[in-house]
């Protein structure tokens, strides 16, 4: 990824944190400024089962929520070995970028895998130095 890309996706990420923190102060205001005229009629309209009921429904569909985001959005654990970076699933990662690259049959002995955003070659390669193919490694995982 060059910096040009990087310095992008920053400014995005920072813009849309701060628009979430402008709109989140915006309803904390909000509510603190309403609340003294609902808070007495909610007292006296609703049954106290009701609001702890409300509350209950809130707490559980917020854990389901966190949980739902948590499930998507966890990474996959990559391990380094040989030189690459592999996933569960023993496929390989660019050591550099840490995205997948190219497939098994892309490998070439004494040459090694390609990963095209990088533009490099990386070779499999045991604690000597030595070459490996990716049976061997992929056996050793």
């Not at 569960?88 to 002995?109: E, L, M, R, V, W």
Request: aromatic residues 10%; charged residues 20%; proline residues 6%.
């Amino acid at each position: 990824m060059r910096i040009s890309e990087r310095i992008k996706d920053a400014v995005i990420s920072k813009t849309a944190e701060g628009i979430a923190l402008s709109a989140s102060a915006i309803i904390i205001w909000s509510a603190v400024q309403i609340a003294p005229i609902i808070l007495p009629a909610i007292d006296t309209g609703v049954q106290k089962s009701i609001l702890i009921s409300m509350l209950l429904a809130s707490l559980a569909l917020n854990i389901i929520f966190v949980v739902i985001f948590w499930a998507f959005n966890r990474r996959s654990e990559l391990s380094l070995k040989y030189g690459i970076y592999w996933d569960n699933g023993k496929n390989p990662h660019c050591p550099n970028c840490k995205i997948p690259i190219s497939g098994y049959g892309d490998y070439q002995t004494g040459k090694g895998y390609y990963c095209k955003p990088c533009k490099k070659i990386f070779p499999l390669c045991d604690a000597s130095g030595r070459d490996i193919n990716p049976e061997q490694a992929i056996s050793e995982l």
